[in-house]
T-cell receptor, first 114, second 116 residues
Framework: GENVEQHPSTLSVQEGDSAVIKCTYS??????FPWYKQELGKRPQLIID?????GEKKDQRIAVTLNKTAKHFSLHITETQPEDSAVYFC?????????????FGQGTTLQVKP | DVKVTQSSRYLVKRTGEKVFLECVQD?????MFWYRQDPGLGLRLIYF???????EKGDIPEGYSVSREKKERFSLILESASTNQTSMYLC???????????????FGEGSWLTVV
């Protein structure tokens, strides 16, 4: 089955700096890679996703890159702000939306220091 | 607005008790999931369901069972709770349509279970 590894487990940056979180996956058939943000005491929420036919996607200060050959994908946050502090999860899934199940990484706790 | 509701936010149960965690979604989603969240381990899939009365094991099904009698409701059952099942449980759902659409899953608020 699919296995997703996420690094680092914790990340501390100064406000305004960039943050990068990396994930690798094992199943070459995986075709959908979302990123979820979970603020303290709240539910995880989707912040950006990328599909296997795309190499990069950007949404304001957040970008995700995918390297299918190496089976890894990364989340990039630029100009970090204190409200970016949260736990971030990457995930991967195979198959169609009918049968695909999301397998998550271990999570990264991001702390943005003002 | 998408809504996934977990009826119990905080529970304390004794070892050996039977525990029911209930989840309801109002989006007419076919797929529903139960995850367990533990520090350093991320979100691990316990069980998921494609549709009513259909279920499939996830990565850590041992000690758990599920029930999906109605489309909107997916229940997680701990037949005999143990202390190593102390955790935060997250229910989620998603629509089932199309090849690349409908993969976004929506989570409930989570249920914190302590087994003593």
């Amino acid at each position: 089955g699919e296995n997703v590894e996420q690094h680092p487990s914790t990340l501390s940056v100064q406000e305004g700096d960039s943050a990068v979180i990396k994930c690798t996956y094992s199943d070459s058939a995986s075709n959908y890679f979302p990123w979820y943000k979970q603020e303290l005491g709240k539910r995880p929420q989707l912040i950006i996703d990328i599909r296997s036919n795309v190499g990069e996607k950007k949404d304001q200060r957040i970008a995700v890159t995918l390297n299918k050959t190496a089976k890894h994908f990364s989340l990039h946050i630029t100009e970090t702000q204190p409200e970016d502090s949260a736990v971030y999860f990457c995930a991967a899934t195979t198959g169609s939306s009918n049968t695909g199940k999301l397998i998550f990484g271990q999570g990264t706790t991001l702390q943005v220091k003002p | 607005d998408v809504k996934v509701t977990q009826s119990s936010r905080y529970l304390v149960k004794r070892t050996g008790e039977k525990v029911f965690l209930e989840c309801v979604q109002d989006m007419d989603h076919e797929n529903m999931f139960w995850y367990r969240q533990d520090p350093g381990l991320g979100l691990r899939l316990i069980y998921f369901s494609y549709d009513v009365k259909m279920k499939e094991k996830g990565d850590i099904p041992e000690g758990y069972s599920v029930s999906r009698e109605k489309k909107e409701r997916f229940s997680l059952i701990l037949e005999s709770a143990s202390t190593n099942q102390t955790s935060m449980y997250l229910c989620a759902s998603k629509i089932m349509t199309g090849e690349f659409s409908g993969n976004t899953i929506y989570f409930g608020e989570g249920s914190w279970l302590t087994v003593v």
